[in-house]
């Protein structure tokens, strides 16, 4: 989820708030239809989540495999009634307290996760579809690489019949439901690639024998 222009308390704290002024501003994320429309007020998760975990689980998956204590900008929770309000809100009426794994605040670069939607095993994945794809890839690489690597995402879907690639290249785009917008089909491929892939074992964050981890 993005929203922007977050502000401050009602009595004036200078505080994380997650409000937002209208709901055209809200992104779907990870375990929905990866819909975002400026001009539609609905979120438009998308139904059903496997086995859940714990807050502490997801904690620890992520910890063991970064090998590192969690960045300040990221946050476990354990479900939906611990988002911020409008967030809330808005999931339940969509339907959707039991769908949303993943939530991104793009105005202050804050990543949620929700632990009760996330399977064991999958808190990497959601990880990297949020924070490694929404929150940082296009700001490294730019609109045209994104581009380009959303077309060579989709040539191995077409082209890579046995290998991996091909088949986890098929498996994001299949994720991709036809009513996504055309300006951000891409960046939701991308991100369901990643988080495939994470969840198949590539792309293990721990530095290698020898490395050292930059923080």
Same mark, same amino acid.
């Given at each position: 989820?993005?929203?922007?222009?977050?502000?401050?308390?009602?009595?004036?704290?200078?505080?994380?708030?997650?409000?937002?002024?209208?709901?055209?501003?809200?992104?779907?994320?990870?375990?929905?239809?990866?819909?975002?429309?400026?001009?539609?007020?609905?979120?438009?998760? %998308?139904?059903?989540?496997?086995?859940?975990? $714990?807050?502490?689980?997801?904690?620890?998956?992520?910890?063991?495999?970064?090998?590192?204590?969690?960045?300040?900008?990221?946050?476990?929770?354990? %479900?939906?009634?611990?988002?911020?309000?409008?967030?809330?809100?808005?999931?339940?009426?969509?339907?959707?307290?039991?769908?949303?794994?993943?939530?991104?605040?793009?105005?202050?670069?804050?990543?949620?996760?929700?632990?009760?939607?996330?399977?064991?095993?999958?808190?990497?994945? $959601?990880?990297?579809?949020?924070?490694?794809? =929404?929150?940082?890839?296009?700001?490294?690489?730019?609109?045209?690489?994104?581009?380009?690597?959303?077309?060579?995402?989709?040539?191995?879907?077409?082209?890579?019949?046995?290998?991996?690639?091909?088949?986890?290249?098929?498996?994001?785009?299949?994720?991709?439901? %036809?009513?996504?917008?055309?300006?951000?089909?891409?960046?939701?491929?991308?991100?369901?690639?990643?988080?495939?892939?994470?969840?198949?074992? =590539?792309?293990?964050?721990?530095?290698?024998?020898?490395? $050292?981890?930059?923080?």
């Amino acid at each position: 989820v993005r929203l922007k222009e977050p502000k401050d308390d009602d009595i004036g704290r200078s505080v994380d708030s997650w409000l937002v002024f209208r709901p055209e501003q809200v992104k779907s994320a990870i375990g929905n239809n990866g819909n975002f429309d400026p001009n539609n007020p609905n979120i438009l998760l %998308s139904k059903g989540v496997g086995p859940s975990s $714990t807050a502490l689980q997801v904690k620890a998956e992520v910890i063991g495999a970064t090998g590192r204590p969690l960045n300040r900008a990221i946050h476990v929770v354990q %479900s939906v009634d611990e988002l911020p309000e409008f967030a809330r809100e808005e999931v339940r009426q969509a339907g959707a307290e039991h769908d949303m794994q993943g939530a991104y605040f793009s105005d202050t670069g804050d990543v949620f996760l929700i632990a009760d939607n996330i399977a064991p095993g999958e808190a990497m994945a $959601t990880l990297m579809h949020e924070a490694g794809v =929404h929150k940082g890839l296009r700001g490294l690489i730019g609109d045209a690489g994104m581009k380009t690597l959303a077309n060579q995402i989709r040539a191995w879907a077409t082209i890579v019949r046995k290998g991996e690639h091909g088949e986890l290249a098929r498996l994001a785009l299949s994720r991709i439901p %036809s009513d996504t917008s055309a300006a951000h089909q891409d960046e939701e491929l991308i991100a369901y690639f990643v988080a495939e892939a994470v969840k198949a074992g =590539h792309g293990d964050p721990r530095p290698r024998s020898g490395e $050292t981890a930059v923080s």
